[in-house]
């Protein structure tokens, strides 16, 4: 491809007249440029000879927060197997060294971050485990929007997409809204859905004639509620923190989060679910943070300077499309990322799904070009395994919450539940068990890993070391806390 871009505000222009595309030249067009689709061309732009990117939203000229990321405000955690299938979306593109040198933070999971679960507090072990990285949802939606563009030439327009051109055997191309309401068609030989959890896909395939698909809710009420503040001095090595929700203790899940972000800041993110919900005032949301089973959250935010109000978000919910199930699937279309499911975002995974659905997507295109007959039903179908994975861990969670709407537990969810607890009870004294939890919480590996011999013979014998009782503090990081701690006395 020639006429590479150099950066995401170069390529904001208008949408091109269909009349202009060359002859013969293959195009994609990808609507939505979030995560999941800015990704997505990354990997179609090998196989074809022009990406268009299309988003409805002006987009920022810098890692500022937009109005299309409902959930951009709050903590949001690369997990490092997301983090590895980008850098195969985008190979030699250095993304993780330019996260890394926007601000972002490398966080082990196994000896960098302080995390009581409902089975207890978990052991700093080490031997650090899986990484994953720590930023604002913003410095990481831009840095990834200026790699893509900077690496494949992508073209990135504010557009608003409409429906699809095609019939119910191919899509060939994408009709796109102009500001006075005219609409025009915009070619292509590839099209991918990333618009994310606001799609009309539903209304889109059945304008085409393809009807049925089934769609599944399950909504525990989360509400977010995020402050950002100052790292004070001498804290800027302090762990990430976390005091996660009990799904188990039949009342609202109520979690807190203290995670360090670029520009010297920590975020202070609070969740709870229906009828336990953090409210929006300063010294509510302190003292919430205050009131879960350990305070260590609100104690480190009570010595910190605040530097934004709180923001509350409320879109939730676990969605999901069964589009890989659809009885027909036209040609030259996927959809990816939200688009196809959305996770309660207290489970870190929507981004990595994004991310390797993307791969896959990359993968196929390159072993048979955009036009290979089943391409588009072999990637809907295979990008559904990690959603599977993604979303038997959320639900399986969220249906114990006792408001929760769409799923009650099953004997099934009773089982595994058991077993999961079991697993992570035993993780919290096990440096093995521990690592199997780290493998497929980081989507390194799926779930068959929490099942294999080594470890069903760990949760057999259970912990080898005793429950801690409080967090595993250094010297230095417990006197930090004290001299933070306003609330003592």
Not at 19 to 46: I, K, M, Q
């Amino acid at each position: 491809m020639s006429g590479r871009a150099s950066g995401a505000r170069a390529v904001l222009r208008a949408v091109p007249d269909a009349a202009s595309r060359p002859g013969g030249a293959r195009r994609a067009v990808v609507v939505g440029a979030g995560l999941a689709g800015l990704l997505s061309a990354a990997a179609l732009a090998p196989a074809v000879d022009e990406v268009i990117v299309l988003d409805r939203d002006e987009l920022p000229a810098g890692p500022e927060h937009r109005k299309g990321l409902p959930q951009g405000r709050h903590a949001h955690l690369l997990m490092a197997g997301g983090l590895a299938a980008m850098e195969r979306v985008l190979p030699g593109a250095g993304l993780r060294r330019r996260l890394l040198a926007a601000g972002a933070r490398e966080i082990s999971l196994g000896s960098g971050m302080l995390a009581l679960s409902p089975e207890g507090w978990h052991r700093r072990w080490r031997h650090d485990g899986p990484s994953m990285l720590s930023c604002t949802r913003a410095l990481l939606d831009f840095t990834v929007r200026e790699t893509v563009v900077e690496h494949t030439g992508a073209a990135v327009r504010r557009a608003r997409a409409v429906g699809l051109v095609g019939d119910a055997e191919r899509v060939r191309g994408v009709r796109v809204a102009a500001p006075d309401g005219t609409e025009s068609e915009l070619n292509a030989d590839f099209v991918v859905d990333a618009s994310g959890r606001g799609s009309r896909i539903e209304t889109w395939l059945a304008e085409l004639g393809i009807t049925g698909v089934r769609t599944r809710t399950v909504d525990s009420g989360l509400v977010n509620a995020t402050r950002v503040y100052r790292t004070p001095a001498g804290a800027e090595q302090f762990p990430l923190t976390v005091v996660q929700a009990d799904p188990y203790a039949a009342a609202p899940g109520r979690s807190a989060m203290l995670m360090p972000v670029e520009g010297d800041r920590w975020m202070v993110s609070l969740a709870g679910t229906r009828g336990g919900e953090p409210p929006a005032d300063p010294d509510g949301f302190l003292a919430y943070a205050l009131g879960l089973p350990d305070p260590i959250v609100g104690r480190l935010a009570a010595g910190a300077e605040p530097l934004t109000e709180v923001h509350l978000s409320r879109s939730t919910s676990n969605v999901r499309r069964h589009l890989e199930k659809a009885d027909r699937w036209p040609e030259g279309f996927v959809a990816l990322g939200d688009a196809v499911a959305t996770f309660n975002p207290a489970y870190g995974q929507g981004m990595s799904v994004a991310a390797l659905g993307a791969r896959l997507l990359g993968e196929e295109a390159g072993r048979a070009g955009v036009s290979a007959p089943g391409l588009s039903r072999r990637v809907q179908r295979g990008a559904a395994r990690s959603v599977d994975a993604a979303w038997a861990a959320a639900v399986g969670q969220d249906v114990w919450y006792p408001d929760t709407r769409g799923a009650r537990p099953s004997a099934a969810d009773r089982l595994v539940t058991a077993y999961s607890r079991r697993l992570t009870r035993t993780a919290t004294g096990s440096y093995r068990a521990a690592a199997a939890l780290w493998d497929v919480t980081s989507l390194n590996t799926g779930p068959e890993r929490l099942f294999r011999p080594g470890t069903l013979l760990d949760v057999a014998c259970g912990a080898l070391l005793p429950p801690l009782s409080g967090p595993p503090l250094t010297a230095a990081e417990r006197k930090i806390l004290d001299e933070l701690d306003r609330t003592a006395g």
